[in-house]
């Protein structure tokens, strides 16, 4: 007797990113003004919106949150527009670092944390496109990246080395920094999972002089759309803009 064995193989890390980054697009409909974010897993979203506007018709602006992102999308063929023509966006799609139970989030692992928020506060809603491995229950394992004043940067680290229970890095060292889109560093502060209030600490961070930005992003996220093993699964905040 043959025993036939059908063996179902798990979607991969990089198969469920593009199936989250594609589920992400259900919230794009026909006319919106979209900010574009950074990252590996919204680039999915871009390729989805681009496929939309050529394959469906769909008529839509994308304001990006970063350099490499306006390269993306231009190439695709998105028509695109400075955050500076845009005072009001009705939805922006990025990625995120971390999230929490609260949908708060750690942002700016790329490095783009600055554009990425003034995009995301000019929008009337926001969705965030996530691997399971994000979701926390509270928000610092991922270290909180602040981007400084390149002239201030050591002043800015020595101001919040007392506020962060480990240690706080230059990106990039002292000899090659990462230097932002805006000509700024950034400082990864490793705070461990010990953020129980962002909504403080980012008040606090933004007082130290010489900070640009702080890579939390609190009461800003109105949905994420998960990849897992399990699937693709889509959290909407109950009191958010959805």
Known sequence: MHVLFIVRRMPGVEQLKEQAGIAACRFVSDGMSLGLGTGSTVRYSIIEI????????????GVPTSEDTRQLAEHLGIPLSPIEASTSLDLTIDGADEFDPNFDLIKGGGGALTKEKIVANASNSMVVVVDETKQVSTLGEFDLPIEVDSILWEDVRDDIS???PGEVSLRGGDEEPYITDNHGFILDCSFGPSISDPESLEREIS???GVVEVGLFVGICDAVVMASNEGIET????????
């Open 50 to 61: 681009a496929r939309m506007i050529k394959q469906e018709g769909i008529d839509v602006v």
């Open 235 to 242: 959290l909407v905040k109950p009191s958010g803009r959805l």
């Open 162 to 164: 007392p506020i962060c």
């Open 207 to 209: 007082e130290i002089t």
